[in-house]
């Protein structure tokens, strides 16, 4: 396990990518709010039945930024020109044998389509696949997910195959596409061989 590299914050142009704050619980509210029906499709949703009610903003990012002290986890925002419209989220860094992590993300409809999260995966898959010496960084998409879709393959992540009724996501169990990239495949940084849109 490893705490070297958090916490850190990447910037490419007017996009920059900082670690999430209990204090950005008004403008996340806010986010959430407006994007309600624009997410829904694309959200993790828990697969038991649970008595508990569903644990707050700040309780979320207090557990999360508790795990990414000990090199669990990654809570990115993602801000443009200074304002968070979004969040990417790593997951699961596996350290000894594996050394690989996953990633989820989502933007504000308002600001969709200009680039912005392909170039926030670019940074954050040149931070894990670089200077934190991971060698594999998994995505999983939904087929139906064409922004998704569009925005690994953009990158040049490898599409492995179809893992069927793989996650949890707007209340039932579904098929996601499995794209990869692995460190030898880098032969220059993501960042650097963005186009601009
Ligand atoms: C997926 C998502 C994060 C992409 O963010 P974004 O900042 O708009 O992405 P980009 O602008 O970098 O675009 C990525 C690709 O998607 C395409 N795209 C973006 N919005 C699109 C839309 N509404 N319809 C069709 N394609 C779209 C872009 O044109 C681009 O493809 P291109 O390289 O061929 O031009 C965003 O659509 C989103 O938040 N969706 C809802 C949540 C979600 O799906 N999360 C991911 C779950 S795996």
């Known amino acids: 396990m490893s705490t070297d590299h958090w916490p850190v914050t990447?910037?490419?142009g007017d996009v920059t990518l900082r670690p999430l704050r209990t204090s950005d619980s008004r403008r996340w509210q806010e986010l959430r709010r407006a994007n309600e029906s624009w997410l829904t499709e694309w959200e993790a949703t828990a697969p038991l039945p649970s008595q508990e009610p569903a644990p707050t903003f700040r309780q979320v990012a207090r557990?999360?930024?508790?795990?990414?002290?000990?090199?669990?986890?990654?809570?990115?925002?993602?801000?443009?020109?200074?304002e968070f419209v979004g969040q990417l989220n790593v997951n699961n860094i596996v350290y000894g044998a594996l050394r690989e992590a996953n990633f989820g993300y989502w933007i504000?409809?308002?600001?969709?389509?200009?680039?912005?999260?392909?170039?926030?995966?670019?940074?954050?898959?040149?931070?894990?696949?670089?200077?934190?010496?991971?060698?594999?960084?998994?995505i999983a998409v939904r087929p139906e997910n064409l922004p998704s879709?569009?925005?690994?393959?953009?990158?040049?992540?490898?599409?492995?195959?179809?893992?069927?009724?793989?996650?949890?996501?707007?209340?039932?169990?579904?098929?996601?596409?499995?794209?990869?990239?692995?460190?030898?495949?880098?032969?220059?940084?993501?960042?650097?061989?963005?186009?601009s849109k």
């Open 10 to 12: 990447l910037t490419h």
């Open 108 to 138: 504000d409809e308002s600001v969709s389509d200009r680039g912005i999260m392909t170039t926030a995966a670019a940074l954050v898959t040149d931070y894990l696949l670089g200077p934190m010496q991971l060698h594999r960084v998994e």
């Open 149 to 195: 879709n569009r925005l690994v393959q953009r990158l040049g992540f490898h599409f492995e195959g179809i893992r069927p009724r793989f996650l949890h996501i707007n209340h039932d169990w579904r098929d996601h596409n499995i794209y990869s990239l692995l460190s030898e495949n880098l032969t220059s940084t993501l960042v650097s061989q963005l186009r």
């Open 63 to 82: 557990r999360m930024r508790k795990d990414a002290r000990r090199g669990l986890c990654m809570p990115f925002v993602v801000e443009y020109k200074g």
